[in-house]
């Protein structure tokens, strides 16, 4: 069969191609994982045509990768056995926002700038969890992966947020899920069976989501940040659970850097907002009271002039935290995003340190306090593009780091296909059994990016088959 003249039946000339110069930018992405082929990319523009492409690639048996904004940094949307990479960037319609019910109902392609220059807008007392990523990545892309954004510490991962979907099934079923499947709104997924648990999580290897609604937030009025340091690794563990224990908090950051001199302390970030400045006032000043006391006072500094560069950085919507990291020349930047107990935050930020310093990497640390049971601890690290020797120092670093995750009880977020096959090899035997009965139901032909939570049918490397 001629895939390239049936995709453009499919999708019209335009918006398919197999040119190597445009396939170039499908094979690889910005973090240091090595490029791999792409066949194929195609654009759909509607729910039709991506259910078609989908009936094609499961005829022809060839796999189909999808790919939102592309920002995961751990090729997740570069194929791992070629075909199509299927760009969901046009499907990109803000169809409906709630006002009252407070939600979005998006398309795939929607970035999150664009909902939130629609909202800012149109309506403007909402707001989304916004991630640190940049603004083209899709809010579907993050989702589905499980991001976090903005006011996450306070209302959960973005993908808690979802209350509805429309998904393509590689069998060309289009599904809806929760209210939607019932009725015209989309506010809620339940009280029903959780079906978005069978695509979010899986990294496109379930069907493809076409539309997604999010669930929209008060947008207080005043924020501001404070920010407390020490430089007692010890303490993180206590500091963290007594501020997210007061549970004042909009967003809750740690972050540390060799360089500038002036960042090398642990500083605890703290991004408040109130509706009313008498809201602001009350949650900063118990605050400074929790750290004037904690532990009998004297362990956690206030910081009395916050510099400029780090108030702006957190001010801002979504704070930039990433950007404060001393970037190398030749501009790479990977990190594990290491989802850890916060009893693990004091061990997880020794031996992160040995790493840096074993690989010669420079030391950035981020983490996000998520809902005061876990953090997203960033074990950063940035590498010159044109320097193969860093690139491969950067891969043994995320490796390690990897490894340090699962041994630390973590789960390392967003992981590529080498972290997934660490967290298969040690995951329960049953639970991998029940992953890839769901996969096999839900995509029989194994088309939708495989490679991704999938072992290899070695014997010797596949333990738990
Ligand atoms: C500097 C920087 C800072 C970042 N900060 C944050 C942060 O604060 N919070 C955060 O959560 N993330 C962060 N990230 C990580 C990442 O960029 C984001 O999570 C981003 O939102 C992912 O969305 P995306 O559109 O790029 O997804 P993609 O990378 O395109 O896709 C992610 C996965 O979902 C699958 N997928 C995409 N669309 C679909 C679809 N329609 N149907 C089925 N499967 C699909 C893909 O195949 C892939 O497996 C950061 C990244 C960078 C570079």
Redesign the pocket.
């Known amino acids: 069969m001629d895939i390239l003249s049936a995709l453009v039946r499919i999708v019209g000339n335009d918006r398919v191609s197999n040119s190597p110069e445009e396939l170039f930018i499908y094979s690889r992405?910005?973090?240091a994982q090595p490029p791999r082929r792409a066949d194929y990319v195609v654009m759909p523009k509607t729910v039709e045509e991506v259910r078609n492409v989908l009936l094609l690639a499961n005829e022809a048996k060839i796999p189909v990768?999808?790919?939102?904004?592309?920002?995961?940094?751990s090729a997740?949307?570069v194929p791992n056995k070629g075909g199509m990479v299927?760009d969901?960037r046009r499907?990109d319609r803000i169809l409906e926002v709630d006002e009252i019910n407070r939600y979005a109902l998006i398309e795939?392609?929607v970035?999150?700038g664009a909902l939130r220059s629609y909202l800012q807008k149109n309506h403007p007392r909402l707001q989304h969890s916004m991630?640190?990523?940049?603004p083209?990545?899709?809010?579907?892309?993050?989702a589905?992966?499980?991001?976090?954004?903005?006011i996450?510490p306070r209302y959960g991962l973005?993908s808690d947020m979802v209350s509805g979907m429309e998904?393509v099934l590689p069998t060309g079923d289009i599904c809806k899920i929760g209210s939607c499947s019932l009725g015209p709104s989309w506010f809620t997924r339940g009280p029903l069976p959780d079906l978005p648990g069978l695509?979010i999580g899986?990294?496109?290897?379930?069907?493809?989501?076409?539309k997604?609604a999010i669930k929209l937030y008060p947008k207080p009025a005043f924020r501001e940040v404070i920010a407390f340091k020490s430089d007692d690794v010890d303490l993180m563990t206590e500091a963290i659970f007594e501020a997210t224990y007061l549970d004042l908090l909009e967003d809750f950051f740690i972050i540390a850097q060799e360089k500038p001199d002036w960042l090398n302390h642990i500083f605890y970030v703290l991004i408040l907002s109130g509706h009313s400045k008498e809201e602001l006032e009350l949650k900063k000043s118990a605050y400074k009271r929790l750290f004037r006391e904690f532990k009998g006072g004297g362990k956690v500094e206030f910081v009395e002039q916050l510099h400029p560069a780090l108030e702006k950085r957190f001010l801002d919507v979504?704070p930039l935290?990433?950007?404060a990291a001393d970037f190398r020349k030749g501009g790479g930047?990977e990190?594990t995003?290491a989802i850890l107990p916060i009893t693990k935050v004091p061990e997880a930020w020794r031996k992160g340190m040995e790493i840096f310093r074993k690989y010669g990497m420079m030391c950035s640390y981020v983490h996000?306090v998520l809902m005061g049971n876990s953090v997203?601890f960033g074990f950063n690290y940035s590498f010159n593009r044109a320097d193969e020797v860093d690139i491969q120092n950067t891969r043994r670093a995320l490796e390690e780091s990897n490894r340090l995750t699962y041994e630390l009880g973590g789960i390392v977020?967003?992981g590529e296909v080498g972290a997934q096959k660490l967290a298969m090899e040690r995951m329960d035997p049953n639970t991998f059994r029940l992953i890839q009965g769901i996969k096999k139901f839900l995509d029989p032909n194994g088309i939708m990016?495989p490679g991704?939570w999938e072992l290899s049918e070695d014997p010797k490397t596949n333990k738990v088959s």
Do not use: R
């Open positions: 992405d910005s973090g990768t999808p790919l939102g904004g592309g920002f995961t940094l997740l949307v299927l969901m499907m795939a392609g970035s999150q991630p640190e990523a940049p083209t990545a899709t809010v579907v892309g993050n589905l992966i499980q991001g976090h954004g903005h996450s973005n998904v695509f899986w990294l496109g290897t379930t069907g493809v989501v076409t997604l979504p935290a990433a950007l930047f990190y995003g996000q997203m977020w967003k990016n991704n």
